[in-house]
């Protein structure tokens, strides 16, 4: 059989210490309240973490387009661009589509 009275004492002499509540009182504070909490914090660093990762795909993103530009400038390239993805031809050419 449990002895609540014991349990009481235990819980009175530990857990109701002064001391003790202090301490969990300022625990919970520095966890959950205020705008430098540590949950906040966590928040903060997730968001900036995948701003970084957006930053460093738009930075790929300008990469690839800053290539593409380079290769674009020159004259043939810019024609086979256009028959390519414009399907531009000249007027006497005739334009097949072959579907894979």
Do not use: C, P
């Amino acid at each position: 059989m449990i002895d609540w009275s014991q349990i009481w004492m235990v819980i009175r002499k530990y857990v109701l210490n002064k001391y003790i509540l202090t301490l969990l009182i300022f625990a919970a504070i520095f966890i959950f309240v205020g705008e430098q909490s540590l949950i906040k914090d966590m928040q903060r660093n997730r968001k900036v973490r995948q701003t970084e990762r957006a930053i460093q795909e738009t930075k790929q993103a300008i990469d690839k387009a800053q290539h593409q530009i380079n290769v674009l400038n020159r004259t043939d390239s810019l024609e086979r661009y256009g028959r390519e993805h414009y399907l531009m031809h000249k007027d006497n050419e005739d334009i097949y589509l072959v579907e894979e």
